[in-house]
């Protein structure tokens, strides 16, 4: 196997490192759910989230093991249990002449060397399988692959299109396979390879996709007849199949697991840590909508009235921060979520800053009318104008208060509803991080374009 370069070495094991703490990080999160002896209220979210935490644990595991799973999709007759059979160098898999011989997907286990262990599983063809049963096979596969194969055997159709911009969309890196160039002249099959070049990235305004994102191979050769000449000066004519030609596609995957296997498995673990993460937060807001708004509510109420009441500007601008923040560190209490009032205090100015000055000017709003207050409650004496003046600055200030908590209340939920995972070890932050880290000559790159959002 190709040498690992070091400092792709070491970055890969930072990557490894850092989703291994963010999940573990996160299953802590949610360890109060499982301890015995919960209210029967937490009972019952426990068993709501249990796949989503299930699914945090077993990535975990995969994580500790170095397993990388590379799955394999394309329509039928395309021969992509041939392909993994030429991989695997004995024929495992059943192949043959009739559409269909892969009912359900199939993995077995592939030794390449190193230390990154590798599944490969096999698929139905993608057109054999009606629409909704179809969706949910490619999904749960596709949840679990680190990496792509999208086997094709020629100039790709409309149905192959489609479904390559389907898989596309999963966020996985994937390698476009052109399978059975054997049956092809060489001008046929350079032609046929340059335009999957500019289709296979499953985008018309796409880069073309790079060397290591699409390989020629013939899995199964045709058999061959060749002229055999005997001794005694008689010919005979016998078939001969070739040898597979897959040694292309094995460098190219060898080459992506020595350079990045490890980040492969990093960022796909962190991707799966994310989507798990936002469906417990999102469960537990349903479960919990009622309790949330109660609470919003009355910190609403109690922020108008502080606000309101209290003579002094510096302190309602203080109080209302104070109450803000009591607001955000309720919220995550109720919905199992930690959050500490430094990370409090962060939200609260990321709030404060993403607003469009709403907030900031109640802010100084409250400051400028607690001003105009406190003058109205000095002069006001026994006069009934500046008491009334007084009431009606009050009355104003509690209800731009009031606005505030709830708007700052609503932010928090769709933060909460992300599962907090902009945190330091949040599965967000490390993925934007490991793919500020990827550098141009890797399969990953293309990933990081697509996930461009997590870079902005």
């Known amino acids: 196997m190709t040498q690992i370069n070091p400092v792709s070495k070491n970055v890969q ?23 015995p002896g919960q209210s029967s209220s937490n009972s019952q979210l426990a068993g709501l989230v249990k796949p989503e935490l299930e699914l945090l ?30 991989l695997l160098g004995q024929k495992i898999l059943q192949t043959g002449p009739l559409n269909g011989v892969t009912q359900y997907p199939r993995s ?9 262990q590798v599944e490969l599983i096999d698929t139905p063809g993608l057109d054999e399988i009606e629409g909704a049963s179809r969706a949910q096979m490619a999904r749960e596969v596709v949840r679990q ?5 999208f086997v094709v055997s020629g100039d790709i159709t409309r149905t192959e299109y489609e479904m390559l911009c389907e898989l596309r969309q999963a966020q996985k890196p994937l390698i476009l396979v052109f399978n059975k160039i054997d049956l092809y002249p060489d001008t046929d099959k350079t032609t046929i390879y340059n335009n999957l ?26 058999p061959m007849e060749v002229r055999v000449e005997w001794s005694d000066g008689s010919v005979a004519h016998e078939w001969e199949t070739p040898p597979p030609q897959i040694d292309e596609l094995k460098e190219t995957i060898l080459k992506i697991l020595n350079r990045e296997g490890r980040s492969l498995l990093a960022l796909n673990a962190l991707i799966q840590a ?41 302190l309602d601008v203080l109080g209302g921060t104070v109450a803000d923040l009591a607001l955000i560190r309720s919220l995550a209490r109720l919905y199992g979520l930690p959050m500490t009032g430094y990370e409090a205090g962060n939200f609260l100015k990321t709030i404060l800053l993403s607003s469009g ?7 100084g709003s409250s400051f400028l009318l607690g001003l105009g207050k406190s003058t109205a409650a000095i002069a006001s004496g ?12 009050a009355m104003t200030q509690a209800g731009i208060a009031g606005y505030g908590a709830y708007t700052v209340g609503k932010a928090a939920q769709v933060y909460l509803e992300k599962g907090c995972s902009w945190g330091q070890l949040g599965a967000s932050t490390v993925i934007k991080e490991i793919l500020a880290e990827v550098e141009p000559n890797t399969i990953l790159y293309r990933l990081r374009q697509e996930l461009g959002g997590y870079l902005g």
Not at 207 to 222: G, N, R
Not at 382 to 393: D, V
Request: proline share 5%; no cysteine.
């Open 274 to 314: 994310r989507d798990a993460q936002e469906a417990i937060a999102q469960k537990t807001i349903d479960f919990r909508q009622q309790q949330a708004e109660d609470l919003i509510w009355r910190f609403t109420k109690y922020k108008a009235l502080a606000v309101g009441l209290n003579p002094i500007p510096l």
């Open 57 to 86: 644990t077993s990535t975990l595991n995969k994580l500790d093991y170095n397993l990388v799973r590379i799955a394999v999709f394309g329509l039928v007759s395309r021969g992509k249990s041939a392909v993994l059979n030429a």
């Open 108 to 116: 077995v286990r592939w030794n390449p060397g190193g230390k990154v």
């Open 197 to 222: 070049q500019q289709l296979g990235a499953g985008n018309p305004q796409g880069k073309p996709l790079k060397p290591d994102e699409i390989v020629m191979v013939a899995a199964e050769p045709a």
């Open 13 to 35: 094991e930072t990557h490894l490192n850092r989703a291994r703490a963010s999940l573990s990080l996160a299953l802590s999160w949610y360890g109060n759910l499982r301890k």
């Open 145 to 149: 692959a680190d990496l792509i194969l």
């Open 357 to 363: 000055g709403l907030l900031l000017g109640e802010l």
């Open 382 to 393: 026994e006069n009934p104008i500046n008491i009334t003046a007084y009431a009606g600055t």
